[in-house]
């Protein structure tokens, strides 16, 4: 059974910063593309970062270019979100996602990925 914790949710102003970490269990994690997602109230789920098998391709949303960064440690079968210069349309529910293992092209596409972890609240206010 294939696990994804995360962890890091939390309240911060305009401006702040969070890392959110996600932990894999269950599978060989350092085989499988990995990613962020996010939810708003009355949104669909959308994709906010994309990071290669390998760690050396990484992928963003237009609209975290430039403050968020995601890394990976397969060692540690982790993988992180820094968000920086959060901005009050940041605050949604991040989700961790890993991809099935034959899949070897990563982004930020919903149909890329087919593990879900459970979420972290994330909300900025002004």
């Known amino acids: 059974q294939v696990q994804l914790v995360e962890s890091g949710g939390g309240s911060v102003q305009v401006g702040g910063s969070l890392r959110l970490s996600c932990v894999a269990s269950g599978y060989t994690s350092s085989s499988n593309c990995m990613g962020w997602f996010r939810q708003a109230p009355g949104k669909e789920r959308e994709g906010v970062a994309g990071?290669?098998?390998?760690?050396?391709?990484?992928y963003y949303a237009d609209s975290v270019k430039g403050r968020f960064t995601i890394s990976r440690d397969n060692a540690k079968s982790t993988v992180d979100l820094q968000m920086n210069s959060l901005k009050p349309e940041d605050t949604a529910v991040y989700y961790c996602?890993?991809?099935?293992?034959?899949?070897?092209?990563?982004?930020?596409?919903?149909?890329?990925?087919?593990?879900w972890g459970q979420g972290t609240q994330v909300t900025v206010s002004s």
């Open positions: 996602a890993a991809g099935p293992p034959w899949l070897s092209s990563c982004g930020i596409y919903r149909y890329q990925y087919t593990y």
């Open positions: 990071i290669s098998i390998g760690g050396g391709n990484t």
